[in-house]
């Protein structure tokens, strides 16, 4: 993450530094950017002085002091809130006042990380997502702490990059890593069930209706079960154990044994993956309409909540879902589309169902619903 966001800051022309402990790792980053620039040379993405202007802009150390002139340092390290407070406490004593401190963590508290700097007004969360030069979204999150004025430059900074940024409250998950919760966790919910195979509820949801780019298990397999199930618990314990987030045991036995997914050759797929298409009968098409509908009501109901909180603006999460996640959507635009009435109705219909708080609709859906308004 972090050598990627070094090659977007370069290659938008900043004198760029690329700071690691390990000169071992500096040495992997280094050729693998360069790897993927002759790629992208031989696709004609660069020119050949574009991909030397870039490699120029990059230079690679293990001495933090070596950001002392830096107008601007993104931290991409573990996450770990001991260890990412200790870096600040660094940096500070290494780069001037006017330096923009951020961090690109997905889950963490980012006023909690700023409580240890001598200046917290300038310090705020920037959210990449991975691969950071392809992936447009970034997440904007200022710390409690945080002034407008830092808030201002930093995003002036992302947008000049050419990317699509947001702003987003200091909360578990921020926009994406929340609001994409269900898609993950209704899709195990009804594999537990036994409804469907997690090959079915893939091939139905990256089908051309609703569009997902890539079904909920291929793509926990992706991300790694030890990267999605942790995140998953943060969420779930940051917002003090409500039911919506809890986390599933078949992940989490995935996790204990250590089949993480494709980096591991075995998640809930085995890989390499066999694909596999359906023919539906009558009662496979009623299936197919549940999985569709529980996941995509799942994440409106989500995405209500997350605008009912007053951590983004309708705009802000339509947008970080359609460029974050690559919906075919974003979540408060489909509410709109289906009818307020009809999310509620079938939610109100899930908890009769299940009996389970997760279920329970967004108060301010079920007021708009009731008005007969659309969400704006």
Not at 43 to 50: D, R
Not at 322 to 333: A, R
Not at 357 to 376: G, H, I, S, V, W
Request: hydrophobic letters at 40%.
């Amino acid at each position: 993450m972090g050598a990627g966001i070094a090659q977007v800051s370069a290659q938008n022309g900043h004198t760029t530094t690329v700071v690691d402990t390990s000169q071992e790792t500096l040495d992997r980053a280094s050729a693998k950017l360069l790897a993927t620039l002759d790629k992208l040379k031989a696709k004609g993405k660069f020119s050949e002085a574009e991909a030397e202007n870039i490699i120029a802009n990059i230079q690679w150390t293990t001495d933090l002091k070596e950001l002392a002139d830096a107008n601007f340092v993104i931290e991409a390290i573990i996450e770990n809130l001991k260890i990412k407070k200790s870096l600040f406490k660094d940096l500070e004593s290494i780069v001037s006042n006017d330096c923009i401190l951020a961090s690109n963590t997905s889950s963490l508290s980012i006023t909690s990380i700023a409580s240890v700097c001598a200046h917290p007004e300038r310090f705020l969360g920037v959210h990449f997502f991975n691969p950071a030069p392809i992936m447009k979204l970034v997440e904007i999150i200022p710390a409690l702490q945080t002034e407008k004025e830092s808030v201002e430059r930093s995003r002036k900074l992302i947008d000049g990059w050419k990317k699509k940024t947001v702003l987003v409250k200091d909360t578990p998950g921020f926009i994406v890593n929340k609001v994409a919760r269900p898609f993950y966790s209704e899709a195990i919910k009804m594999y537990e069930e036994g409804l469907a195979s997690p090959e079915f509820i893939d091939w139905t949801l990256s089908n051309d209706e609703p569009g997902f780019r890539m079904g909920p298990f291929t793509l926990t397999d992706l991300i790694g079960h030890d990267v999605n199930y942790k995140v998953t618990e943060t969420v779930w314990s940051s917002f003090y154990f409500d039911p919506r987030y809890k986390p599933s045991f078949a992940q989490k036995r995935l996790v204990e044994a250590g089949w993480l997914g494709k980096k591991s050759g075995r998640g809930f797929f085995l890989y390499p993956k066999e694909h596999i298409d359906f023919s539906l009968d009558a009662e496979g098409q009623i299936v197919m309409q549940e999985i569709v509908d529980r996941v995509v009501y799942m994440i409106i109901n989500e995405a209500s909540d997350t605008m009912f909180r007053g951590i983004a603006t309708m705009e802000d999460i339509d947008t970080a879902m359609k460029f974050g996640t690559n919906y075919p959507k974003g979540p408060l635009e489909w509410a709109n589309e289906i009818g307020l009435q009809n999310c509620v109705d079938y939610l109100d219909g899930l908890h009769k169902r299940f009996g389970d708080d997760r279920y329970r609709c967004c108060p301010l859906m079920r007021k708009l619903a009731t008005e007969n308004k659309k969400f704006n």
